[in-house]
């Protein structure tokens, strides 16, 4: 009896670090979101970060990295589809206050609606939806759409295969 219990109780020591660590949920979808934001609007005199370069790991999803490092190989030096930061939606981040308005568990993944604001706008909602999968046990963002962006990766994706062909024109 004393071997069971001695083997059960270890069995549980071994156990309840990985039940109290769990999955991603909703609430660590929500604090990936809070420390995303964190960094915005960029602090002058740096250090910068930068979600579609150096910091992409920290932020997204190898196929939205990848379509980045191709955006950029592509256009060579020049502006290609990556011409904002996708996370801000913008080029220039001042004055913006992101504010979480939802975190949805979606099966395994989960989405996060932020509404952007930004100094002297009118005050609209300015919602983004970050689509957002499990990578290694971190939530990091899979897509984003807003308004008429129904997938950020579906467009960035077409966008990468018309560069590839010379297509320079729809953009």
Not at 8 to 35: E, H, S, T, W, Y
Not at 68 to 90: H, N, S
Not at 122 to 139: C, E, F, I, R
Request: proline share 5%.
């Amino acid at each position: 009896m004393k071997t069971w219990m001695l083997a059960a109780l270890a069995a549980c020591a071994v156990a309840m670090p990985a039940l109290a660590a769990g999955g991603p949920d909703a609430n660590a979808a929500r604090a990936f979101i809070q420390k995303l934001y964190a960094h915005y609007p960029q602090k002058e005199g740096g250090p910068f970060f930068e979600p579609t370069g150096k910091n992409a790991a920290e932020v997204f999803d190898a196929p939205l990295i990848a379509g980045f490092k191709e955006d950029a190989r592509l256009a060579k030096g020049e502006v290609g589809f990556v011409d904002a930061d996708p996370i801000c939606m913008c080029q220039d981040d001042a004055g913006l206050k992101a504010k979480i308005v939802s975190v949805t568990m979606k099966g395994a993944n989960a989405d996060a609606v932020v509404d952007l604001q930004y100094e002297g706008g009118d005050g609209k909602p300015n919602l983004l939806t970050l689509h957002l999968v499990p990578v290694n046990g971190q939530w990091r963002v899979h897509d984003l759409s807003m308004g008429e962006v129904k997938s950020y990766l579906g467009d960035l994706t077409k966008a990468n295969a018309r560069h590839a062909k010379g297509d320079w024109a729809h953009d």
